[in-house]
């Protein structure tokens, strides 16, 4: 039982970084276009 808590525990933090990771690209994204258009 605890092993599985772990292994969900990890999951879950994995899922938030990749979320987190998307995020911060599309944030970057968005200030490039904008940069590009402000340019």
């Not at 605890?2 to 599309?26: H, K, N, P, W, Y």
């Amino acid at each position: 039982q605890e092993v599985r808590r772990a292994q969900d525990d990890i999951a879950s933090r994995l899922r938030d970084m990749t979320t987190a990771a998307r995020d911060l690209t599309d944030l970057q994204n968005r200030m490039g276009q904008s940069v590009r258009l402000a340019g």
